[in-house]
């Protein structure tokens, strides 16, 4: 069974990137879509964006100056950086899978794949 | 973005009683396929969100018969026919229907 898992570095002073790596277990990175989603009091669950394995990707334009999503399939890794942060970058990220369902025609992707979370924190 | 609003905030429960979520989105959900992209999660304490319902009505893998998301459109219900008392947690619906995806703010089940 595939499991996720987030590092992060907990503490990140105002104005610096914020980098967090998500390394798959249980399974391949290879033919899925990958999420970053976040969790904070304020603003409660927000999609923050994804990458295929390919390393094709689409970003929430909240967010997407500051953003970058990047893949390495050697290591079955993905990664999120995001620049410029402020205390209302301070969250819970979580890496997640985005799987295929098949419903009638059509194949659904929906999250059905999380990581525990990484909790990091915005301050000087 | 789409703007997705759920009712109530707070929903104490009795073990054995019904209970009921509602989640309206700010614009159709129902894709030209017929199909509704709405999907329902749970967020236990102390953990990260487990899918419950996926395209308004199916349930995910795992997921006890008790629990059945209806609705179309606009307005969505997520039903849970005899609450137990490892159900209390938050419940969110999303869409995805539009990128980005969005999240309604939660409903907070809580035992009685």
């Known amino acids: 069974q595939v499991q996720l898992q987030e590092s992060g570095p907990g503490l990140v002073k105002p104005s610096e990137t914020l980098s967090v790596t998500c390394t798959v277990s249980g399974g391949s990175i290879s033919s899925y879509y990958w999420n970053w989603i976040r969790q904070s009091p304020g603003k409660g669950l927000e999609w923050i964006g994804y990458i295929y394995y390919s390393g094709s990707t689409n970003y929430n334009p909240s967010l997407k100056s500051r953003i970058t999503i990047l893949v390495d399939t050697s290591k079955n890794q993905f990664s999120l950086k995001l620049s410029s942060v402020t205390a209302a970058d301070t969250a819970v990220y979580y890496c997640?899978?985005?799987?295929?369902?098949?419903?009638?025609?059509?194949?659904?992707?929906?999250?059905?794949?999380w990581g525990q979370g990484t909790t990091v924190t915005v301050s000087s | 973005d789409i703007v997705m609003t759920q009712s109530p905030l707070s929903l104490p429960v009795t073990p054995g009683e019904p209970a009921s979520i509602s989640c309206r989105s700010s614009?159709?959900?129902?894709?030209?396929?017929?199909?509704?992209?709405l999907d329902w999660y749970l967020q236990k304490p102390g953990q990260s969100p487990q899918l419950l319902i996926y395209m308004g009505s199916n349930r995910a893998s795992g997921v006890p018969d008790r629990f059945s998301g209806s609705g179309s459109g606009t307005d969505f219900t997520l039903e849970i026919n005899t609450v137990e008392a490892e159900d209390v947690g938050v419940y969110y619906c999303m869409q995805t229907l539009q990128s980005p995806r969005t999240f309604g703010g939660g409903t907070k089940v809580e035992i009685k």
């Open positions: 614009q159709s959900l129902l894709h030209s396929n017929g199909y509704n992209y």
């Open positions: 997640a899978r985005l799987t295929p369902h098949k419903v009638g025609n059509v194949n659904y992707h929906t999250v059905d794949v």
